[in-house]
């Protein structure tokens, strides 16, 4: 009876009971960063406390030595739980792979085997020494090289947790800097009383008073559990944030070289981790470029890099990178992906700029009386229109079914009139009245709508053909010429198409307006 009450069997019981009500607490945080690991801690922190307990409260010899072995279910996962927890508070756990999982646990599960097979080797305890007093007893155990290789193994671990810890105070808000400090209080206790133990200045000789240390170290979680919400607030890493932004991030020593970038910098322009060391000139700013802004500690501007469909546009940001003192260290980059706002922009403004000149084509047909005056403007306003090469408009004459060149823009603007088209042909203009619908053609050299001599006769590769009709009367047809290969997609068809029916109708009018001419001359002559 007075072996189960001593001060060693009492606080350690309340040890682990105050490490087991801990971990039970914390299971609503399961989910948070490190949360699940904290649980184990407590755990095992529960366990190695009770087999201490039970082991100083039993008075038989081998059922202490079977409590001491059972002990070191705790004692040897405490530190990796320790160090994994800190891992994963600091948002590090993305570092710890599952090789690199299974390669800390492998040295714990070893020192558990030698503990448990002792006898065989002796390497955990190579001497048990029984110490009575009274009707009391207690375990002298002398310490093996299996020992001490766990003890080296635990601290390494427990100080490189400690360490993450501390840098993750430094770098964060103030209010995870407290929630910091009082886990580094709380793990700091237990580890002052393992060197009593291992230096044997405890008075309690042979006593581990490790277990004791939790009891004070769960008082000072508890208290960080209920005061500074450990667990429900979380410091995010400043490198996973860094890892993670959405924006590119290049950083910049004083000399304009690659310090770090993290991956949507490195997906923006192409390139890898090699490049940190380089110049900036040579991964992403040209010459002309860093020349303008080399100067600059800050500035914003707009970037283009790459050409054609491989262009992309940044909201460029350079802004200076100094230390507490004010001393310039560096600059950082910050590349914002606008390319495709800046295209829906310009394709706002070129369709902006289209009906623009597509109100004016309305215009001109409906205004000018003159044809040839009228098809000759259209024709210059319709190259300017699609930027084309080249722009063709014929007359299309029903009863001697031939064509007939009405003006031009481009290359053969001046002499396209005199043009006779050789009658034994089948002209394009013909063709694509005959359809009665837009003929785009990509590649005038793969067509069945030309022949090559005729193909090979104009500078042109590409061509776009419109018909001119107005109820059924088949006027003519608009030519848009292009002399690279070009793709003509549907919204160009289409505003061709509109285009073609404004020039059709400004044709009728003039049609219309010189029929009336002709009448009121006719009835001025008959009166």
């Known amino acids: 009876m007075n072996q189960l009450f001593t001060f060693p069997v009492v606080v350690m019981s309340a040890a682990a009971v105050i490490a087991l009500l801990i971990g039970l607490y914390a299971l609503r945080w399961r989910t948070s960063p490190g949360g699940s690991y904290f649980i184990l801690l407590m755990v095992a922190a529960a366990i190695f406390a009770f087999t201490g307990a039970a082991e100083q409260a039993v008075i038989d010899v081998s059922a202490k030595i079977t409590w001491s072995k059972l002990s070191y279910i705790g004692i040897v996962t405490i530190a990796p739980l320790w160090f994994l927890f800190t891992e994963s508070y600091g948002q590090r756990a993305s570092k710890m792979t599952r090789t690199r999982i299974t390669i800390l646990w492998l040295l714990p599960m070893i020192i558990f085997g030698l503990a448990v097979t002792n006898e ?4 955990i305890w190579p001497t048990i020494t029984v110490v009575s007093s009274g009707s ?13 290789v766990h003890a080296v193994f635990a601290y390494i671990f427990l100080i490189a947790g400690t360490y993450l810890l501390v840098r993750v105070a430094w770098r964060s808000h103030q209010v995870f800097r407290w929630q910091v400090n009082a886990l580094l209080a709380a793990a700091f206790i237990p580890w002052l009383a393992n060197l009593l133990y291992l230096l044997n200045l405890n008075p309690w000789p042979g006593l581990d008073l490790t277990p004791v240390g939790f009891v004070l170290s769960g008082l000072i979680i508890s208290w960080a559990f209920f005061r500074l919400q450990i667990l429900d607030l979380v410091p995010v890493a400043r490198d996973i944030l860094f890892e993670s932004i959405g924006d590119g991030v290049i950083v910049l020593d004083r000399w304009n070289r690659i310090t770090d970038l993290n991956p949507t910098a490195r997906d923006l322009i192409g390139v890898n981790d090699e490049v940190i060391g380089s110049h900036v000139r040579d991964v992403v700013l040209s010459d002309d470029i860093l020349d303008k802004y080399e100067d600059m500690v800050g500035t914003q501007n707009r970037l283009e890099i790459g ?56 215009q001109v047909s409906l205004s000018m009386s003159d044809l040839h005056q009228m098809l000759q403007e259209l024709a210059d306003r319709l190259g300017e229109l699609f930027c084309a090469d080249g722009v063709y408009l014929t007359l299309w004459n029903e009863e001697q079914q031939r064509v007939i060149p009405a003006a031009a823009y481009g290359s053969l603007r001046d002499e ?102 002709k009448r009121a001359a006719q009835l001025a002559a008959l009166q």
């Not at 065989?120 to 390497?123: F, T, V």
């Not at 802004?319 to 590349?335: E, K, Y």
């Not at 059924?472 to 029916?501: C, M, P, W, Y």
Request: glycine share 6%.
């Open 120 to 123: 065989w080797h002796r390497l």
């Open 136 to 148: 009391s007893s207690r375990l002298i155990y002398g310490h093996g090289i299996g020992f001490w």
């Open 307 to 362: 050409e054609g469909e491989s262009r992309s546009v940044f909201d460029l940001t350079i802004s200076p990178l100094r230390d507490a003192q004010g001393t310039l260290h560096g600059r950082i980059v910050l590349l914002h992906d606008i390319s495709r706002e800046h295209d829906l922009l310009e394709s706002e403004q070129l369709h902006s700029q289209q009906m623009e000149m597509l109100n004016t084509i309305t």
């Open 416 to 517: 396209y009139a005199s043009m006779l088209p050789d009658p034994k042909e089948k002209s394009i203009t013909e063709i694509v009245l005959t359809e009665g619908h837009a003929l785009a053609i990509d590649d005038v050299y793969h067509t069945p709508y030309l022949n090559s001599r005729t193909a090979a006769f104009y500078p042109i590769c590409s061509l776009l053909t419109l018909p001119l009709i107005v109820d059924d009367q088949k006027l003519g047809a608009v030519i848009i010429s292009f002399n690279q290969t070009h793709h003509f997609d549907s919204d160009e068809v289409e505003l061709g198409e509109q285009a073609a029916r404004q020039i059709a109708l400004g044709m009728i009018k003039i049609k219309l307006y010189e029929t009336e001419k």
